[in-house]
């Protein structure tokens, strides 16, 4: 039996941030917030900021920005090691193809408008876990300048360790008899970083890439998965992650939930990361997708647009109980949640892996070794986040080949990689 909601019609204002409010009291250099400790959680936003005269208008990146304005924190290295800083949040995606903030790193204290900053990063939703990384010398006082033109407010993580740092820990996955996953990690640290899978605490053989794969999986493959990362500094091994095999078709049901402004919000109960499909209907006989959900991956079709993302009718259930919102400027029409079933579990299995390659290279340059990130990638650009780099190829495939199977798209992890051997049905529609 199938769960619905019916959503009717509203109409809501809303209310926009805009800079017309007061300083930030980071705003002046002078007045910059002080941070201490090797593990701390900050936060701001350039909402009311203003820039100083001849204060430092950041690096390369800061050419992207119009009109910048810019908030600073100083933080003092009480070790030598590595440091990375990861934005951990923000209010709203101001990155893109046309970057609007960044933060930039000094280790002075004696700031012009002719300082160079020793690391900076696009603060971009787009990237898999937007960071940056720094030598950090015991004593020495390092500058943070948040620069850009939006109200946007971010949360950003400060860690100084000399082993690695896992930033994403592969997650909780649900699949069907005979399915096909991809558990993932994302990693930061002293380079080169070494992976090794395990499977119940021990190692999988010749599993030493940053994801794994898994098809035709049967319940001998349920359990518990882990990763060792490992480097000059030391090694971290991540948190378990469950992989359940069911072979059941359990029915998720849909409650109706408090909503934010302008949106309607209902709960998801499942199976813990199991995806699934939310339809929609006017007369509960003809369904269609209910393409609401953003997912951050834009279209890789000729004359691309890359201020439209594209939309998805499908969602993940984190941990058995998730919360998702549609908006609520909709004609009335009921909602239902059906298990997402892909039409070739092996082929989008490999797309997936394709859109987490792609995400890696761009996270190790995000100027992607000198490339616009609206180039087209060929397979050589992420043929080693693979492993013994070996390219997929699609099942259907007769000729097994990597030019023939697929398009990786333009040169950003914003875009979706297509197969072109049947480009109607083996779509990427999951959310990363």
Known sequence: MKHLLLLGVACVALALPSFGQTLPSNDNFANRTVLTGNSVAFSGTLAGATTEPNEAAGGFFSDFFTEPRSVWWTWTATKTSLVTIEMTGA????????????????????????????AEFFLDLSFLCDAVTFSATEGTSYQFQMLGNTPTAYQFQLTASDAPLILQAPRNLTVSSNGSTLFTVVAEGYRPLSYQWQFAGTNLPGQTVAMLALTNIDGSQAGSYTVVVTNIGGAVTSAPAMLFVSSSNVSPIL???PGETGQFGFGLTGEVGRYYRIESSV?????????????????????IDFDNPKLTSVVFNTNGSSLFSVSS????????????????EICINNLRQIRFAKALWLRDDPMTNGQARSDTLVGVDIQKYFLNGNLPHCPLDTSASWDNSYNAGVGSCDSTPGCQIDWTNHILEEPQ
Not at 97 to 113: K, R, V
Not at 289 to 300: A, E, K, L, V
Not at 332 to 340: D, E, H, I, T, V
């Open 91 to 118: 209010s709203q995606d101001s990155g893109g193809f046309n970057p609007s903030d960044g933060m930039f790193i000094y280790n002075t204290t004696n700031l012009n408008i002719k300082s160079t900053p020793m």
């Open 255 to 257: 409650t109706a939930m």
């Open 283 to 303: 007369d509960l006989v003809n369904w269609t997708n209910d393409y609401t959900f953003p997912r951050h991956i834009y279209s890789n079709d000729p004359g």
């Open 329 to 344: 400027i909709v004609a009335g029409k009921f909602l239902r949640a059906s298990q997402y079933q892909p039409a070739n």
